[in-house]
Structures are given as C-alpha cells and as structure tokens.
T-cell receptor, first 112, second 116 residues
Framework: SQKIEQNSEALNIQEGKTATLTCNYT??????LQWYRQDPGRGPVFLLL?????KEKRKERLKVTFDTTLKQSLFHITASQPADSATYLC???????????FGRGTSLIVHP | GAGVSQSPSNKVTEKGKDVELRCDPI?????LYWYRQSLGQGLEFLIY????????KSGLPSDRFSAERTGGSVSTLTIQRTQQEDSAVYLC??????????????FGAGSRLTVL
C-alpha cells in the first residue's frame, strides 16, 4: 500500500538558519507533490506544488525538490523566522487521482 | 465566500448521539472533500464530491458516516450513533479541478468533535 513518511520528531532550528524537511514515499509514483503548512487550530494552507518532471521549485524563501528516483521531496525554508514555526505536510498524489494523500507532517520550531 | 466555512467550530456530544457538520465551500469550486485529523495523526480522507458525479466514499470508516452535497455547493457530514473514537477534527476542503490535473485544496478551519 502507499506509504508517506515525514519525520515525526520536531525540527528545532535557530532563526536565520535554513530548515530542511523530508518527505519520503513508497509503493507509488506520484505525478505531483504538494506541501502545505498547518498552524494549531487551523486547516492546512497550500504552499507549493511540484510535478514529476520538475526537479526544483522556488517561491520567495521556500524551495522544494522532487527526486523520483529516491522517491523523496525536500522542503527548504531559508533565513527562517519564528513565524515559520508550524507543521508542514507533504501530499504526493498519483496521476489521474484528484484525492491528495497527506503525510503526518513535521513540526518546525524556529527559535529567536 | 472568500474561504471555506465550517460549522460548528466545536461540538461536544454524548456517545450514541447523531451529529451534523456543515461545510460551505468557495463559490465556483467544483470539488469538495472531507478529511479527518485525530490528535497527532495525519489527514485521513473520508469522501470526495466532484460536480454531479457520484461521490467517492472509499474513505468513510463505517456506515455510521454519510455525507451529501446539495446543489453542488454546501455539504453536510453526518455521523450517526457517535463513538468515542469518532473524536477528531473534521476538515473540509474545496478545489477547482483544472485541466492541468493537479488539485490544490483550500481548507476550512475544521470542526472539532468531542464524543464523551
């Protein structure tokens, strides 16, 4: 069955550093992969989408990579700020499917 | 509306009671989803509506769960004879399914259900 793995342990980093979050998946080949941010008590908010034929995507301080050979996506936040503290969810989705499947998310804590 | 609206935001009920959760999606969004998120868990897919097509109910955990979408807009998720394990945050999302095939979801804030 499809499996999505994100680090269950919180990632603690100092303000100004680059945060790197990992999303690994097995037993399927997603056509695209999304990253969402979730704050406590709120629904997830879409951040970035990357397709299988794209190696990298950037948006302001955010960068996503997608390695279909390693079955892995990396999500980077450069010059991190305390306001970036949240849980980040990845959602690799198979082609032809309109139902994103989400990982459990990784909590990021940026210390001032 | 400007975003996805869900009500109630919080619901406390007794075991065995029925509950209804409502979702008002973004106007014009043809697709509507219900997910469930338990404490410390990921998002569990429940049901998906797309236009006038039959809904994909493959994620509903039992026949106590049902959902409908009236007029292609507002949706109601109904849980009958609630159990304590139904306690979770129920998230609704909507999207505009485009020709690109990629589906970006806009979520509501969720309805937190507590079954005593």
């Amino acid at each position: 069955s499809q499996k999505i793995e994100q680090n269950s342990e919180a990632l603690n980093i100092q303000e100004g550093k680059t945060a790197t979050l990992t999303c690994n998946y097995t037993n399927y080949s997603p056509a695209y992969l999304q990253w969402y941010r979730q704050d406590p008590g709120r629904g997830p908010v879409f951040l970035l989408l990357i397709r299988e034929n794209e190696k990298e995507k950037r948006k302001e301080r955010l960068k996503v990579t997608f390695d279909t050979t390693l079955k892995q996506s990396l999500f980077h936040i450069t010059a991190s700020q305390p306001a970036d503290s949240a849980t980040y969810l990845c959602a690799p989705t198979s082609g032809g499917s309109y139902i994103p499947t989400f990982g459990r998310g990784t909590s990021l804590i940026v210390h001032p | 509306g400007a975003g996805v609206s869900q009500s109630p935001s919080n619901k406390v009920t007794e075991k065995g009671k029925d509950v209804e959760l409502r979702c008002d999606p973004i106007s014009g969004h043809t697709a509507l989803y219900w997910y469930r998120q338990s404490l410390g868990q990921g998002l569990e897919f429940l049901i998906y509506f797309q236009g006038n097509s039959a809904p994909d109910k493959s994620g509903l955990p039992s026949d106590r769960f049902s959902a409908e979408r009236t007029g292609g807009s507002v949706s109601t998720l109904t849980i009958q004879r609630t159990q304590q394990e139904d306690s979770a945050v129920y998230l609704c999302a909507s999207s505009l399914v485009g020709s690109s095939g990629a589906n970006v979801l806009t979520f509501g804030a969720g309805s937190r259900l507590t079954v005593l």
